[in-house]
């Protein structure tokens, strides 16, 4: 394997490599199409990809046109060891990282957020993203024990989300529970212990609804800087839904609200 091919394998696996060179990884044509051509640095398609989609390798020309990156057809078993997926479509690109701070999230009148603490399941965290693209959230705000949003595995799950939707990671969330009251906004804990069913609140301004770790919940101290705890009232035995069909549920919830 060449220099680029082992730090593809680096970008694939390990979360330091990837925040260290600021980069992600994503697969598929349907990704591909998607990537803003500016933020392309390298493109690789295996050598039956290349022969079976000449319009897929026309894109890709047309697009080397109007941006600087780099295109290269590996052997298809080579392809194969860079991919993450089981059946690889045959094209994989090298996407610059996209970043965004707090404040830009947090400046956004009457915002709708989510605030992520320690979210451990990848396909949790990509569904949370596409969700929130899908119901008209203004960002996700995460703490830094929360599984990295590059992980290809959250990267799949967000069908395309990670592009759009702004994200990012801070040190301390009840200091963004601080700004956000100062903006004038509401925090909600989605709590099991919640006081109040979730859809009895009004989500009409600025709101951030709180999600825990899918074991454990959320902490007792960033659940004490709320303005209130709020439970999605259930049938039969089940005591609780994963991460994020309940950040969905809420989200749509305050979408609803909105749109009224």
């Not at 051509?37 to 047309?62: G, H």
């Amino acid at each position: 394997m060449n220099d680029l091919e082992k730090s593809i394998l680096k970008w694939q696996t390990k979360a330091a490599r990837r925040r260290e060179d600021g980069v992600f990884i994503m697969e598929g044509i349907r990704g591909f199409s998607e990537i803003p051509e500016e933020k392309l640095r390298y493109v690789l398609v295996s050598e039956s990809f290349a022969e079976s989609r000449p319009d897929v390798m026309e894109d890709i020309r047309n697009k080397q046109a109007r941006a600087s990156f780099q295109a290269r057809t590996v052997r298809d078993d080579v392809f194969r060891k860079l991919s993450d997926t089981l059946t690889p479509q045959g094209i994989l690109a090298v996407v610059e990282a996209f970043r965004y701070t707090e404040d830009e999230i947090l400046d956004t009148e009457n915002g709708l957020l989510i605030l992520l603490e320690n979210l451990q399941d990848p396909g949790n965290l990509g569904t949370i993203l596409r969700s929130a693209e899908a119901s008209g959230v203004s960002g996700v705000i995460m703490n830094r024990t929360c599984v990295d949003v590059y992980n290809p595995k959250v990267i799949r799950a967000t069908m395309g989300a990670c592009l759009r939707m702004k994200f990012c990671v801070v040190e301390d969330l009840s200091e963004t529970v601080r700004k956000i009251r100062e903006k004038g906004g509401a925090v909600y804990a989605a709590h099991l212990k919640g006081a109040v069913p979730y859809d009895e609140n009004d989500y009409r301004g600025m709101t951030a609804f709180m999600i825990g770790n899918e074991a454990e919940g959320l902490s007792d101290a960033l659940t004490s800087c709320a303005d209130g705890r709020i439970i999605i009232p259930m049938h039969g035995s089940v005591e609780s839904l994963n991460a994020a069909m309940a950040a969905t549920i809420l989200m749509f919830e305050a979408a609803r609200q909105r749109r009224k």
